[in-house]
């Protein structure tokens, strides 16, 4: 098993930027791909951005150009940089983690509002 603990999310204004940060404890050598999800009210949780344990980074075209994928395997953690942040961002955020057998773990979820 595999335990997601993430952290980072609250208030920002359109324009601001938030960082969010997922740290994975358990059985963590049999993770693969590490990432986040979001889901706001009323809609499926869709991928925001996803990165593999080489490095590869994959993104929800909603994401490009304004959000970072980044991890630290030494850490065990995975990160998202959000900048120019748009009321439409405004989500629950989950980190996820597949493993090699392609099994899926979920943290709590972190909310993320933009606001003025």
């Known amino acids: 098993q595999v335990q997601l603990v993430e952290s980072g999310g609250g208030l920002v204004q359109p324009g601001g930027s938030l960082t969010l940060s997922c740290a994975a404890s358990?059985?963590?050598?049999?993770?693969?791909?590490m990432g986040w999800y979001r889901q706001a009210p009323g809609k499926g949780r869709e991928l925001v951005a996803k990165?593999?344990?080489?490095?590869?980074?994959n993104y929800a075209d909603s994401a490009k150009d304004r959000f970072t994928v980044f991890r630290d395997n030494a850490k065990n953690a995975v990160y998202l940089q959000m900048n120019s942040l748009k009321p439409e961002d405004t989500a629950v955020y989950y980190c996820n983690a597949e493993s090699w057998g392609r099994n899926n773990y979920w943290g709590q979820g972190t909310q993320v509002t933009v606001s003025s």
């Open positions: 358990g059985i963590i050598f049999s993770i693969d791909v």
């Open positions: 990165i593999t344990s080489g490095g590869s980074g």
